[in-house]
């Protein structure tokens, strides 16, 4: 990270973005920005977690079509912790919401559930995001301060400022062609 380099792209485009620090020191980077958020050190992957689990649980801020098609996001995991498969090709299965029944990845698939809880092949499975889902939920913006010392308000502004600004899962259209913006 090159901090003279990034000054220098910031001041460019100072008046397009909102730039916020969050170091546990107030160095040049943070000296520089619209807003320094002291963090306690190496507390960040608790904050980070923090902003994941509002984004994902509160906000339901995330790119559905991008996990859908084109990640692991709806494979379905098994009480194992492992993906479930199809029996005769082996392959990973998900639950087709729209069918409402499992089907292997590369089948056709409709409406890929990401979130959910299923009955397949006798066990309770779910998509893998659900699994993400469920994970970061114990990383509530409270527990966050509790650890960073960032206080959960502004934890939860941050993320919402942050998945707002981040225009997840929006399109534009150029030459008559829509595409992730």
């Not at 995991?77 to 498969?85: F, K, L, M, Q």
């Amino acid at each position: 990270y090159d901090t003279m380099n990034s000054s220098i792209q910031i001041g460019r485009n100072r008046e397009k973005i909102r730039y916020v620090s969050v170091d546990p020191f107030c160095t040049h980077s943070a000296s520089m920005a619209d807003e320094w958020i002291p963090i306690r050190p190496g507390t960040d992957a608790a904050f980070i977690l923090a902003i994941v689990n509002l984004l994902i649980n509160e906000f339901g801020i995330y790119d559905a079509p991008f996990l859908k098609n084109l990640t692991n996001a709806p494979y379905l995991i098994g009480a194992n912790g492992e993906y479930v498969r199809d029996a005769k090709t082996g392959v990973p299965m998900l639950w087709d919401v729209a069918d409402g029944v499992a089907k292997p990845w590369d089948a056709t698939v409709q409406d890929a559930a990401l979130f959910g809880r299923y009955h397949v092949q006798g066990q309770e499975v779910c998509p893998a995001f659900q699994v993400i889902s469920d994970q970061v939920s114990q990383y509530t913006p409270e527990e966050a301060a509790r650890v960073t010392t960032i206080s959960a308000s502004t934890i939860r502004r941050i993320a919402k400022e942050f998945g707002e600004a981040a225009t997840v899962g929006a399109t534009i259209t150029l030459d008559g062609e829509q595409l992730p913006h």
